[in-house]
């Protein structure tokens, strides 16, 4: 199928990762996939949730907000919903599963997503590019020595979906409201999902149709990755 902008199926939209973009924050990271545009900073506090106090660990907590201006049509309103509650999660739980939360004692970093432009695949730039931030965030804190012993791994995600009965990779908002099936995928850099999240919007998919979707995804993550390594530079310590 012909797709809107002229990419094949299997392609992603243009991404462009900004680091530092933030001077008021430590760790700080705009990502664009396309026209979606996220905007993600890191920053740690001295203090840990209750039910973590006096257990010497860690934590990290992450936060989504569309901005009122994010969307074409209707302004979004400020404040937490359902949605963004879910997305929120997400992320936290991703980033957590290649943070070692027991090495840097009872401090909590702070992740905040804002997306300044939504066209499509919000949650899986968010992920990608809050990476960034928090590498940065944990650099400033204790010094690039310390990436090795408080990160595990990278970590990327994109979407995946079916459109007209063709699987698409990193579907934009007009792809995305047509699709039969809608999928994200979260994945460390050494090749283990952390999350796979996939419906049937309109139609059920069949093992086919979901290796297909799976291969084109992994091979997006895989260039997700190099995209990852070029913007860190020195910053990098993954393989």
């Known amino acids: 199928m012909a ?8 392609e992603m939209r243009p991404v462009v990762i900004e680091r530092n973009c933030l001077w ?7 990502i664009k996939f396309g026209r979606t545009r996220v905007l ?27 901005m009122p201006g994010s969307t074409p049509k209707n302004r979004k309103s400020r404040g937490s919903d359902g949605r963004s509650t879910e997305i929120q999660r997400l992320i936290g739980r991703s980033l957590r599963a290649v943070v070692d939360l027991t090495k840097f004692g009872p401090m909590t970093l702070q992740v ?22 928090v590498i940065d965030a944990v650099a400033a804190q204790f010094g690039a020595e310390a990436i090795d012993k408080i990160m595990t791994d990278s970590i990327a995600a994109i979407s995946v979906g079916v459109v007209d009965g063709i699987a698409l990779a990193d579907l934009d908002y007009s792809e ?3 699709a039969e099936v809608d999928f994200n995928l979260v994945r460390l850099g050494r090749n283990g999902f952390v999350e796979v999240q996939g419906t049937g919007e309109k ?37």
């Open 176 to 178: 995305d409201v047509r």
């Open 24 to 30: 008021t924050c430590p760790g700080s990271c705009q």
């Open 203 to 239: 139609n059920s998919f069949d093992r086919s149709a979901l290796n297909q979707m799976l291969d084109i995804g992994e091979s997006c993550l895989n260039d997700l990755k190099l995209k990852q390594k070029q913007a860190l530079g020195d910053l990098w310590r993954f393989d």
């Open 40 to 66: 993600t900073t890191a920053r740690f506090a001295d203090s840990v949730p209750p039910f973590l106090e006096g257990k010497g660990s860690g934590w990290l907590t992450a936060e989504y907000a569309m």
């Open 112 to 133: 905040d997503t804002d997306v300044i432009e939504a066209d499509g695949g919000t949650r899986t730039a968010a992920i990608t590019g809050a990476f960034i931030a």
């Open 3 to 10: 797709r809107n902008d002229g990419r094949i199926a299997s």
